[in-house]
């Protein structure tokens, strides 16, 4: 089909004047809206303006322009068909073969704090989505254009195929289009159901934009890529800055995630070391570069090829720590300039920063299983939201009761059944993953070996009997935190009577898969 007329209704003009000059110079005529049009105007290429094609003037602040059956005749009439040539031909409609859309700002609308809801409903594109949606079903016959990258290469195959783009290119763009629509409608849905807070709607309709290519999945052969949420929490992982280093790996984003999920529980100085989406080793301290040397000791093997949150600025010499083992990636808010310096000696090492400001951000959570989706709201509960009770005949000394925390805070991003053994400023022993929970805290005391006198022990949920109890209080735990309400809380209590130690209940389960 020769390219013969043209319809350009732009928000974004990037690329608009070199594109209806290249457009023009090839013999297209154009058709525009107010704004392009003076655009494409004062570069001094030819254009028609709507109202000519229309017979109505735009209207009601643009709401209504190309809402016209001249226009959506023109893009919706099927070439081959002789009825729908002789409607077009009995209304005065000519055929459109190219539309250049794309849509009111929506989305940077809605991001501005200052934005009111008036003006978000202003924002949302209602011509240009009908002109994009009629050339695509007509792709057949029109391409449509949405977004400026594609410019160049239209007007290659323009050149190349002497005024005709080819069958698969324009459908490649029907369907890039139908995204466009799509995801524009997503996100409007979105943020209107946010208005009327209804968090779980009879639909599911988020959309995510492409953030990169990865060079494969969990595995090489699983092809994969990382997709932003528009609109997301700043303190996410689809949100970091790379510094330095290789490009992330799937793997990689996966346990960042995790790692940065640990930190963003503390506000002293917290430095967490994962390893396949399990902390093998969490410090706090009084500075990054202290809690990085406890998260070290707390598991100096694991951590080898680990991935490294700090809540804090790394300095030149946690740097200088870091750099003596070997780390897929460092994730702060920041770098000082000698830290930077120090750790480009390692070119691999992937540097990112973060942005803690949003770090309570609520966001859904979304996991896909065969055929469907969970959705749930994140485990953002906290320690001091919990409301916890004494079981036992002794109650947690002070320190035991800050150790019962850093434990606390640690276990709740520790994959289920999860126990983890702690003082108060490191974790010392990590059991993650298992299938049952004595075995979890068998491989938690195994780690923590002579370390163990005096430390607490964190259950991510109750114990079904008083066995895992036992082992700790027979290894040297002193201290027990825990959800509680198990039928069978009293054989767990009375092991901890019997063996003096102190028992806190939070009511509260922190699984996590
Ligand atoms: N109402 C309409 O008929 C209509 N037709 C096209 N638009 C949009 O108007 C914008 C371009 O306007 P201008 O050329 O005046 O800058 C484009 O984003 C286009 O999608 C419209 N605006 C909103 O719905």
Excluded at 63 to 70: A, G, N, Q, S
Excluded at 267 to 296: L, S, W
Excluded at 502 to 509: I, K, P, S
Aim: with cysteine; glycine share 8%; net charge negative.
């Amino acid at each position: 089909m020769m390219t013969k007329r043209a319809l350009l209704s732009v928000s974004d003009k990037t690329g608009i004047e070199a594109l209806a000059e290249q457009l023009s110079n090839a013999g297209v005529k154009l058709i525009s809206t107010g704004g392009t049009k003076r655009a494409i105007e004062a570069a001094g290429i030819p254009v028609t303006g709507i109202e000519e094609v229309t017979g109505f003037p735009e209207m009601m602040d643009g709401r209504v322009k190309t809402l016209h059956p001249r226009i959506h005749g023109g893009l919706l009439a099927l070439r081959e068909s002789a009825e729908h040539m002789r409607a077009l031909r009995e209304h005065e409609i000519e055929p459109i073969d190219l539309v250049v859309v794309n849509l009111y700002p929506f989305q940077a609308t809605i991001e501005r704090p200052d934005a009111t809801f008036d003006e978000a409903i202003e924002n949302i594109d209602i011509g240009g989505p009908s002109m994009i949606r009629s050339a695509a079903k007509n792709h057949e016959s029109v391409a449509v254009v949405v977004d400026p990258a594609d410019y160049g290469r239209v007007v290659s195959e323009l050149k190349d195929g002497d005024g005709e783009l080819t069958a698969e290119f324009r459908r490649k763009l029907a369907a890039k289009a139908f995204r466009h629509t799509a995801s524009y409608d997503a996100l409007i849905a979105q943020y209107m159901t946010e208005q009327t807070g209804d968090e779980y709607p009879e639909t599911l309709t988020v959309t995510y934009n492409k953030k990169q290519s990865l060079r494969y999945g969990e595995n090489p052969h699983q092809q994969a890529a990382f997709y932003e949420r528009p609109m997301g929490s700043r303190t996410s992982i689809a949100r970091t800055e790379q510094l330095q280093g290789k490009e992330l790996s799937y793997n990689n984003i996966n346990d960042a995630d995790a790692a940065v999920g640990v930190v963003k529980e503390f506000t002293r100085p917290a430095v967490a070391a994962i390893k396949h989406m399990n902390p093998c080793g969490v410090g706090i301290g009084d500075t990054v570069e202290d809690a990085f040397q406890k998260a070290y000791e707390a598991d100096p093997v694991s951590i080898f090829g680990g991935i490294i949150a700090c809540n804090g600025e790394v300095d030149g010499a946690t740097a200088a720590r870091m750099k003596e083992i070997f780390l897929e990636i460092v994730i702060a808010p920041s770098f000082t300039d000698e830290a930077r310096e120090v750790l480009s000696a390692k070119p691999n090492l992937r540097l990112l920063t973060i942005n803690f400001t949003d770090a309570q951000a609520m966001e859904q959570r979304i996991s896909t299983v065969s055929g469907g989706a969970l959705v749930q709201d994140t485990d953002t509960l906290s320690f001091e939201d919990v409301e916890t009770t004494i079981p036992t005949k002794r109650k947690p000394t002070e320190e035991e009761m800050r150790q019962l925390e850093m434990a606390w805070k640690v276990v709740k991003h520790v994959k289920s059944n999860a126990i983890v053994l702690a003082t108060e400023d490191r974790t010392i022993g990590v059991g993650a993953g298992q299938m049952n929970r004595v075995g979890a805290a068998k491989i938690a005391i195994e780690q923590a070996a002579s370390r163990i006198e005096g430390a607490v022990m964190a259950s991510d949920a109750f114990f079904p009997m008083g066995d895992t109890v036992e082992a700790a209080a027979q290894a040297g735990i002193r201290a027990i935190i825990q959800p509680g309400g198990s039928k069978r809380d009293q054989e767990s209590i009375d092991k901890a009577d019997e063996y003096g130690v102190a028992m806190l209940f939070t009511g509260v389960r922190h699984f996590k898969h």
